[in-house]
């Protein structure tokens, strides 16, 4: 796209502290795990995109970009039509942004240098214009992680097993019954190993998977109404009111912001 390679392995390696690469992916896409030598911040303008790594899972809205430290693997799915704008740092030139994965807001500025950057020259002038660019898309990525939509995996293979079951259902009663015997303990201790696994109650999980469901069903352009009897509430009104008190707004305002 813009005449630049689409694989990111051709950005690693190239003569310059900042590279940018634009692709457009379909929804559904799917890159698996992987990992580079380079810090990545990973951007769609549309959509929503579901990024995991060795420590969860994050959906990441247009509003808001994945940061990936430089040797991290990870993979993405996305959830819509991707307009993906993606850069990748020399370590060194981003020693302040956080060494662990982490959502960053991305501001209608930042959005802009973003863009712009995809369509320079991959060895660009750092003497002109082009590097002003990317000095100044250096400055405005500024290490300010805001509240994720986060889901801790655990290390247990039957904890494990039972949060890939969740996230294939996630409109299912999950009672701990049910849980436990999937996941192949009793319930009590289940209630006592979900919580240190992965630092939130079988419950606060099972809401989690809930809105990460439901903000990719979002992204694809899915109904209010529809989307919140696939998320196992009963009423429009009973989701947007989860989805408010969780997020601190509404759907709606979720993707505009």
Known sequence: MYGKSE?????????????AMARDLPDGHHIPAHRHRRAQLIYGTTGAITVTTGHGVWVVPATRGAWVPAGTSHGMTCAGAVALRTVYFEPESVASLPAEPAVLSVSPLLRELIDEATRLPVEYDRAGRDGKIMELLLLELAPNPVPALYLPMPDDPGLASLCSEILRSPAESWTTGAAAVLSHMSPRSLQRKFPSATGMSLARWVQQARLVHAVRLLARGVPVTAVAAASGYSTPSAFTAMFRRTLDTTPKIYFAD
């Open 7 to 19: 694989h990111r392995d051709d950005y690693q390696d190239v003569p310059r502290p900042v590279a």
